[in-house]
């Protein structure tokens, strides 16, 4: 059993820059892809970039060039840096663990209960 929390979000003002953690449980957690995924109002869950165990990453189109995913398995702990942030980045933030490279939610055994990041003036 792995457990994820989240931490970072609020609110931020458009253009700036925002890190959110993802800190898991135990010591098999750096085996995992750790994924972030982004729920905004009224829309489903959906991945913005995925990491692996051995570092390898992917991100989806609207996530490249403006947000970075990184681990550090010694603080068994998943970063997630965004710049640029607009106001259709707000939502709500999740991370989540699995045994799979995968951009589809229902491959993901562990979830978080998410960081809320709303941008706004």
């Known amino acids: 059993q792995v457990q994820l929390v989240e931490s970072g979000g609020g609110l931020v003002q458009p253009g700036e820059s925002v890190t959110l953690s993802c800190v898991g449980s135990?010591?098999?957690?750096?085996?995992?892809?750790v994924g972030w995924f982004r729920q905004a109002p009224g829309q489903q869950r959906d991945l913005l970039a995925y990491?692996?165990?051995?570092?390898?990453?992917n991100y989806v189109d609207s996530a490249k060039g403006r947000f970075t995913i990184s681990r550090d398995n010694a603080k068994n702990t998943i970063y997630l840096q965004m710049n640029s942030l607009k106001s259709e980045d707000t939502g709500v933030y999740y991370c989540?663990?699995?045994?799979?490279?995968?951009?589809?939610?229902?491959?993901?055994?562990?979830w978080g209960r998410g960081t809320q990041v709303t941008v706004s003036p």
């Open positions: 990491i692996t165990a051995g570092g390898n990453t």
């Open positions: 989540a663990a699995g045994t799979l490279w995968s951009v589809y939610g229902r491959d993901y055994d562990y």
């Open positions: 135990g010591s098999l957690f750096r085996l995992y892809t």
